[in-house]
């Protein structure tokens, strides 16, 4: 099971410069989503990310080469997993109940909360758009297109769990990239997922993460 210490950043708040909390994210430590876990769908784009957080925000980028991307969704709560998109799966009372926030590679999200993937409600759009994202997409390489994606989540996105901060806290998490509609559909992991079919909406399978 992936375990990750989330270091605190200072100065940071969900007011703050999103261009310098992306640079910021470029110095620090990264994790590699390393697990393809459906042999039917073997491509693996090459995906890593930095995560901090402050007293109000949890900050995430992710960087991401893959063959081709898709950006057709831009509205907020619509079909994000069809397109290039990244994950970032959460639960602050061990799994019982997660979010699940998704973002394509232009910065349309979709946040879900519940217990399974087929108990969830979809946050309210105002919620979703509270997170602060930054999109930067590369297509000058021959072979691949980078793409990164910086957010910015503030503690008021999980409206169901009353989160006075995160020091000292313990929580079960995943990070993913997946593509459902690219021409090479695509399903990888930080922590590793033993299923027979697709399936992110499994929580027995979320990493831990520990703020320090």
């Not at 039917?40 to 900050?59: A, Q």
């Not at 991401?64 to 998109?85: G, H």
């Not at 970032?88 to 946040?111: H, P, R």
């Not at 769990?161 to 930080?190: I, M």
Request: glycine share 4%.
């Amino acid at each position: 099971m992936q375990k990750l210490i989330i270091k605190h950043l200072p100065g940071i708040t969900d007011k703050s410069d999103i261009s310098e909390v992306s640079q910021l994210l470029d110095t620090m430590e990264k994790h590699k989503l390393e697990f393809a876990p459906w042999s039917e769908y073997p491509y693996k784009p090459e995906v890593i990310f930095s995560v901090s957080y402050t007293s109000t925000t949890i900050l995430l980028k992710f960087f991401v080469q893959e063959k081709q991307i898709r950006a057709i969704n831009n509205t907020v709560n619509s079909s994000i997993w069809e397109d290039s998109c990244v994950e970032f799966f959460v639960s602050f009372d061990d799994g019982k109940s997660y979010y699940n926030i998704e973002f394509n590679c232009i910065g349309i999200g979709l946040i879900g909360y519940g217990e399974s993937k087929d108990h969830r409600e979809l946050l309210d759009p105002a919620i979703v758009k509270q997170i602060k994202t930054l999109s930067s997409i590369n297509t000058e390489k021959k072979k691949n297109v980078s793409w990164n994606l910086t957010m910015i989540i503030p503690l008021t996105v999980f409206a169901h769990t009353p989160l006075s901060g995160l020091s000292k806290q313990k929580c079960r998490a995943n990070f993913y990239k997946c593509g459902d509609l690219l021409p090479e559909p695509h399903f990888v992991s930080w922590s590793d997922i033993k299923s027979e079919n697709p399936n992110f909406h499994l929580p027995d399978f979320f990493g831990h993460l520990v703020f320090e």
